[in-house]
């Protein structure tokens, strides 16, 4: 009997490049979508094209309790990796109220139907550097303090320490990953990375002439999402549960990502990015980078993807769609503004 996995928020850049893991090692991958995304398939569930037709997706809400006992007690999944969120740390300052219905109801609903259907199971939950915020030490670890500057921090938060608890209170075998900030040419176009990948394809293309960010000088923590979700099965992989940070353990500005983009294809972003105060955050993360130590102990995970490697694959890849040559993404084009669509809520990252 092959392993059975569930994935929340597969058809996200994590859950794609998980789903494809989890199919080459012979499991048997389910996953949740939003029932638009099923009438939509060719913008919605782009990202899960190679992998598609090996899959089974459920329409589900992950704000419905009813909806995730329902979808967890016809699958009795082995692994359940909870990567469903509103995931856009912008947005959260915009509605706190949808933030923390979707992020910790969300991953609550999990916890509680695994624990009533299927208690074997074992949990993954998608936590996150920005619980760090503002953080007092560098680089933060798996004992750093938590202070989120968002409510998606604070969600966050609230999802690790009921996810600690499940795994304290009920012997869950329930961990969290800290991930920092991992990026691929299947990023959303809303984070700064592949705003930065997407508007370069559009200057060079013609169809626009300026690129505009906020703050340039924050500085995060960026790996390969690809690789981030080999780390994500490892932990679960392992005798006992544990939460592990998952970092690069470099640290960039978002300045140093421009630089970089733009001179892959010789340009010099100044004559291109301008700042502008939309875009500034009420409150933000100054600096995120961290030690993954106790992964690589733990797990024998070590990131690979280097920075520069990273930006030239996200920029290639933009290039190439927008000469029509191929597509990653599951939202349609934004114009770089940056905004909030409602499209973007409960996806993962
Ligand atoms: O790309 P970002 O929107 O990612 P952020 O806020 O760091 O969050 C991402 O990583 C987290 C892991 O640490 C995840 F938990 C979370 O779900 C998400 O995947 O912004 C990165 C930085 C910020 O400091 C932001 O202020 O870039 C700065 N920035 C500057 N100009 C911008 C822009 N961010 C966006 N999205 N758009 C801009 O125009």
New binding site residues.
């Given amino acids: 009997m092959p392993q059975r996995a569930l994935i929340t928020g597969i058809t996200g850049q994590d859950g794609s490049y998980l789903a494809e893991l989890l199919v080459a090692k012979g499991y048997e991958v389910h996953g949740t979508v939003r029932r638009v995304a099923l009438e939509d398939p060719a913008h919605r569930l782009a990202r899960l094209h190679t992998v598609r037709d090996k899959i089974t997706l459920h329409a589900a809400s992950i704000e419905s309790f009813a909806s995730v006992f329902k979808i967890i007690a016809e699958i009795q999944p082995d692994e359940c990796y909870h990567l469903a969120?509103q995931?856009?740390?912008?947005y959260s300052f915009d509605d706190e109220f949808s933030t923390f219905n979707t992020n910790i109801n969300g991953t609550h609903f999990v916890l509680g139907a695994l624990r009533q259907l299927v208690p074997r199971c074992r949990v993954y939950f998608a936590g996150?550097?920005?619980m760090f915020g503002k953080a007092d030490e560098v680089p933060q670890n798996e004992r750093t303090r938590f202070h989120p500057r968002s409510s998606?921090g604070i969600s966050?938060v609230a999802g690790y320490e009921l996810t600690r608890n499940y795994r304290e209170a009920y012997h869950a075998f329930a961990v969290s990953g800290i991930?920092?900030?991992h990026e691929s040419p299947r990023r959303g176009y809303?984070?700064?990375?592949r705003?930065i990948s997407s508007g370069l394809a559009r200057i060079l293309a013609g169809e626009t002439a300026q690129l505009?960010?906020?703050?340039?000088e924050?500085r995060?923590d960026w790996g390969h999402a690809r690789e981030y979700t080999e780390a994500m099965w490892r932990m679960l992989q392992q005798d006992e549960p544990d939460d592990y940070v998952i970092a690069t353990g470099e640290t960039h500005s978002?300045r140093d990502f421009c630089e970089a983009a733009f001179s892959h294809v010789n340009l010099d972003y100044r004559d291109y990015v301008v700042q502008d105060d939309r875009?500034?955050?009420p409150a933000?993360?100054d600096l995120?980078v961290g030690d993954a130590s106790k992964a690589k102990r733990v797990l024998a995970w070590e990131p690979k993807t280097t920075f520069r490697d990273l930006v030239r694959e996200m920029v290639d890849a933009d290039v190439r769609a927008i000469a029509g040559h191929e597509s990653h993404a599951s939202e349609p084009r934004t114009t770089g503004s940056?905004g909030f669509s409602s499209e973007l809520k409960a996806q993962s990252?």
């Fill in positions: 969120a995931s856009f740390v912008s996150s550097s920005e998606y966050k991930l920092f900030n809303e984070f700064v990375t705003k505009a960010l906020g703050n340039l924050a995060r978002v875009f500034f955050r933000e993360v995120l940056g990252s």
